[in-house]
């Protein structure tokens, strides 16, 4: 088996650049390590981690202090297998749509399990209905927002595969440098944006928060009651959050008609590489 050095280089080849990838991939490459010999699939990760996230909110969902911390830990591995199937893959070179898909789906997934699950283990913790209103938010703002960032790009990609046949056969190059995912967009604004991006989006921060909370919950006196809740506020805070983003990003799209204004900057890249390769050819 080759050395943890050689398999950062082997694996770790795409977003170098990005903090939150290598915050997790400074310790992703060792479960890597341990997988490897064991013939698993990068797809069979992708989806044993699905399960992973889901079964972390269902340990939060019981209640008791140990079971949170069960299901923290099980968060945290669900976030370093988040780069673990990405390293697999590039080892294996088994990288595939479906492979991206259940990567993507795990955070459409695992959120909804975290946060659903801290609303119920609180309303079994102290006896309240009322714990369910910041949980349904909580559960309903984070698909929202996910669902908004990720469908205006899908609909630039159907906008692209509907055009095909209007180009003679030309096949639009999605991966322009003119397409840029409304995540990276909002992401890139500044340093500021992505540290905000990072603490309410991004998974290692999401844990890093959840970590906190769950740490401050453990020392906070149960008889100062519900509304104070390292837990209960943290149900607040990212439902609020996340429905001011959500409400943001669809002004940013209607607006700025970026589904459009995409589309249109990929064709014209597309038509101009094709156009210059005709000419080459021609030549």
Known sequence: MESIRELRRRCQTVHSEDFSARLVRSVSIYFTRALLPTGIS?????FCNVAIGVAAGGLFAVGYESWTLAGLLLFTLNTILDGCDGEVARYRQQSSLTG???DRVNSFFAYPALF????????????SDWILLPGVLAVWSTCALRL?????DTTVIDGLTASKAKQEGREPR????DYTALADVVRNKSKIWYAIDFVLVRQPGVNLVVGGVVAASMVTPTACGLVCSPLYLLLWGYGAAYTLMT???LLLIVRGRRAEATLDAVKARTLAITDSQDASGST
């Not at 990068?42 to 992708?46: D, K, P, Q, T």
């Not at 801290?118 to 309303?123: E, R, V």
């Open 247 to 249: 409400l943001a990003g």
């Open 174 to 177: 999605i991966a322009s440098p």
């Open 100 to 102: 991206l898909f259940a």
């Open 148 to 152: 908004t960032r990720s469908t205006v």
């Open 116 to 127: 659903g699950g801290i609303a119920l283990g609180l309303q079994r913790e102290f006896s």
């Open 42 to 46: 990068a797809n069979a990760v992708s």
